[in-house]
T-cell receptor, first 116, second 111 residues
């Protein structure tokens, strides 16, 4: 158990629809990350929160994507007007509360999105 | 140059073999280095951190060469259960920033 719960596990949607994913760390972690992974690729960084502040966003995060972490605990990732290219595994990860210079991430089991 | 580059796979080895994976990174300011393991259709899981002096965890040895911006992972006495994709991970540029993942190298260990 990595301490990160993601919902839903799977989502199938039609192109043009909006979807929202949720990430719930079981305990308090000040750093929370979203990644996207497609087949044959490593996870690609999307965005990162330190508590409720969104500190970093990848260029991959187009204006159709928005992420929030309203109270510094759970986080949501919304994709508007989904496209087939959005089909991927969306992974949430938390930073372990150790020395910043050596802080591995621990991932939830992801939300698999299929856009038809 | 990509931020993190890994050996192309797949590596197909028999049980008991020793196998080495290599990884290079582009940003000399990177400070944190890791190897992750990912099983098919599962999330990545931390295998080990990589320290400047090199470190070992059982059959696994990780090395870092900052001058060459190169990281390696050595697996001795391969087991069937080592079959997975191994991801090289480097932090972007300074403490507390995003971790960047390589594409991964697939290992298949056969009996």
């Amino acid at each position: 158990d990595t301490g990160v719960s993601q919902n839903p596990r799977h989502k199938i949607t039609k192109r043009g629809q909006n979807v929202t994913f949720r990430c719930d760390p079981i305990s308090e972690h000040n750093r929370l990350y979203w990644y996207r992974q497609t087949l044959g690729q490593g996870p690609e960084f999307l965005t990162y929160f330190q508590n409720e502040a969104q500190l970093e966003k990848s260029r991959l995060l187009s204006d159709r994507f928005s992420a929030e972490r309203p109270k510094g605990s759970f986080s949501t990732l919304e994709i508007q007007r989904t496209e087939q290219g959005d089909s991927a595994m969306y992974l949430c990860a938390i930073g372990t509360p150790t020395v910043i210079w050596d802080s591995p991430l621990h991932f939830g089991n992801g939300t698999r999105l299929t856009v038809t | 140059r990509k931020e993190v580059e890994q050996d192309p796979g797949p590596f197909n080895v028999p049980e008991g073999a020793t196998v080495a994976f290599n990884c290079t990174y582009s940003n000399s300011a990177s400070q944190s280095f890791f190897w992750y393991r990912q099983d098919c259709r599962k999330e990545p899981k931390l295998l080990m951190s990589v320290y400047s002096s090199g470190n070992e965890d059982g059959r696994f040895t990780a090395q870092l060469n900052r001058a060459s911006q190169y990281i390696s992972l050595l697996i001795r006495d391969s087991k069937l259960s080592d079959s997975a994709t191994y991801l090289c991970v480097v932090n972007k540029e300074q403490a507390g920033t995003a971790l960047i993942f390589g594409k991964g190298t697939t290992l298949s260990v056969s009996s």
